[in-house]
């Protein structure tokens, strides 16, 4: 099956719909996926999708390929990402699909795919699935599996309602952005207690108002207006699977989620003192330093969920967390990234406190710090593009106290300089073509100096597209 080669990705699968996919292709994704798990004798899996517009035709395509290899099938149809997940403990079943391309825009699709509890596909699984495709070659079972439709709503709720306590009722902007958490989220927050002023909710998977991407100005500078028009506690933005986050302050002021991963930091080191937090390159200094102030173990390391969570599982951390949104909770939860949870714990730590979120990072290091910005770059030229970035940087900043071409692994997660009073960083996405770059500083005089150099570094490659409908946080270049 001649499938794009750059649709299998570092820890996910994902593509264009009716360029990189179709029924067919997607059908022997799901016999390659059946194919793994069954030489790992997984004979079960759960399958879910989010909202886009291809997911039905394609969750029938991957479930049809699956069964023919002898796995039987959980069917729990349009979900959260984190249902999924769960949803695997619930039937204890390693194996575990999400039809879903997160924060792309309406016209991707992709599969995330389990191989264990909570723990999703890496680089070496990702390319086993792309092997058994390229060769056609698929486990063939005497009898096909069993495809059972089921609902884990109820049981999720439960679920995720049993491990948080606010002691006040709050009053909450939820903006959803017409994507899958708009059946989701509203309900779990008001049955924590809370009143939803509710936005966007309507599920469309055409995403009227644009990709629902919590690490957008545009879509958190939309929250931020509603906070203050409601005199709202806190407002919340989700992506379009529910496992990501972004938050906006009872005062309307945005929170990057490098400072949200700080403030889960300070929380877990109040309860497990020492502990180590997992936080990935794009993160400001204020992780680093929030968590050594605070007598935690600071460990930086590659950017992806799979990645986070592998590496939370070896450090026995207690919590990690990423510039994107995802926070994976190890103290109190199964340590996957649930949008969910993570919202409520936020509240329920608002309440223990009694403050406003201002309050929560108020004494936090100050930094000025840009958004994660993303800027279209071809998948066959975007490891290049940032290669020569990183031998431009060593020339460039030979006295920084640190500039190393990955932060922590072998050399495909991008450059990063830290200075002592902030830093920059540029990596190629693992999951799209595109380049990623942040920056931040102390001053404002050299927060505009680091701001021209990534712009300037930027314009230098032809092959940077600045259309590319892949971009966010272009206006924090201007």
Same mark, same amino acid.
């Given at each position: 099956?001649?499938?794009?080669p ?12 009716g360029?990189?996919?179709d029924?067919e ?40 390929g ?5 796995? #039987? ?15 695997q403990y @619930?039937f204890?079943?390693?194996?575990g699909a999400?039809?879903t391309? #997160?924060h792309?825009p309406?016209n991707y699709?992709g ?10 596909t ?23 599996g069993?495809?059972?439709?089921t ?10 309602l049993?491990?948080?306590?606010l002691?006040?009722r709050?009053?909450?902007v ?6 899958t ?9 008001? @049955? ?8 966007n909710?309507e ?9 629902p991407?919590?690490?957008?100005r ?7 207006a ?9 407002g919340?933005?989700?992506d ?6 972004g ?9 990057? $989620?490098?400072v ?5 930091a ?6 497990f ?16 330093d929030?968590?050594?102030? $605070? ?10 969920? #799979?990645?986070?969570? #592998?590496?939370?599982?070896?450090? $026995?951390?207690?919590f990690?967390?990423?510039l994107s ?6 103290d109190?939860?199964?340590g996957?990234?649930?949008?969910s ?6 509240l329920?730590y608002?309440?223990?406190? $009694? ?5 929560l ?24 593009v ?21 932060s922590?692994?072998?050399g ?6 830290d ?9 190629y996405?693992q ?15 050299v ?10 570094t ?6 940077m ?14």
């Amino acid at each position: 099956m001649n499938i794009n080669p750059y649709a299998f990705r570092n820890y996910d699968i994902r593509g264009k719909v009716g360029e990189d996919f179709d029924a067919e292709k997607v059908e022997a994704i799901g016999k390659a996926y059946g194919t793994l798990l069954r030489r790992r004798k997984i004979r079960q899996a759960v399958v879910g999708r989010d909202c886009r517009l291809s997911g039905p035709e394609y969750q029938d395509a991957f479930m049809r390929g699956l069964v023919s290899t002898g796995v #039987s099938v959980i069917d729990i149809g349009m979900v959260m990402t984190q249902m999924m997940y769960y949803a695997q403990y @619930r039937f204890q079943t390693n194996g575990g699909a999400m039809i879903t391309a #997160s924060h792309n825009p309406h016209n991707y699709n992709g599969f995330k795919l389990a191989i264990g509890f909570s723990k999703t596909t890496e680089m070496d699984e990702v390319q086993e699935i792309r092997s058994y495709t390229v060769r056609d070659r698929y486990y063939e079972a005497a009898v096909p599996g069993k495809i059972e439709k089921t609902d884990v709503t109820e049981d999720y709720f439960r679920d995720v309602l049993k491990r948080v306590e606010l002691k006040k009722r709050f009053r909450i902007v939820v903006d959803c952005g017409h994507g899958t958490t708009g059946v989701y989220i509203p309900e779990v927050l008001r @049955r924590a207690g809370c009143e939803v002023i509710g936005k966007n909710l309507e599920v469309d998977g055409s995403f009227p108002k644009g990709t629902p991407d919590p690490t957008a100005r545009e879509v958190m500078e939309r929250v931020a207006a509603a906070v203050i028009e409601e005199k709202a506690d806190l407002g919340c933005a989700f992506d379009g699977d529910g496992d990501r986050i972004g938050v906006v302050d009872n005062k309307g002021n945005i929170l990057w $989620n490098d400072v949200l991963v700080a403030i889960f930091a300070k929380e877990i080191l109040e309860r497990f003192p020492g502990s180590k937090i997992i936080y990935n390159t794009l993160c400001s200094q204020i992780v680093r330093d929030t968590v050594a102030e $605070n007598g935690g173990v600071p460990i930086m390391w590659r950017n992806g969920h #799979s990645f986070i969570k #592998s590496k939370i599982a070896e450090e $026995n951390a207690a919590f990690g967390g990423e510039l994107s949104g995802h926070f994976f909770f190890a103290d109190n939860a199964y340590g996957h990234d649930d949008g969910s949870y993570a919202i409520l714990r936020v509240l329920e730590y608002l309440s223990e406190k $009694n403050t406003g979120l201002d309050g929560l990072y108020s004494e936090f290091p100050k930094f000025i710090s840009s958004p994660e910005i993303k800027i279209g770059c071809p998948d066959d030229r975007k490891a290049a593009v940032v290669a020569d970035v990183a031998e431009k940087f060593k020339k460039d900043f030979p006295e920084a106290p640190e500039v190393t071409d990955s932060s922590v692994i072998p050399g495909d997660d991008g450059v990063r300089a830290d200075f002592k009073d902030g830093m920059i960083v540029f990596r190629y996405s693992q999951n799209g073509p595109y380049v990623t770059v942040k920056f931040e500083a102390k001053d404002q005089r050299v927060y505009e100096e680091r701001k021209e150099y990534v712009k300037k570094t930027l314009e230098r490659y032809p092959e940077m597209n600045w259309k590319d409908e892949l971009c966010v946080n272009l206006s924090a270049l201007a």
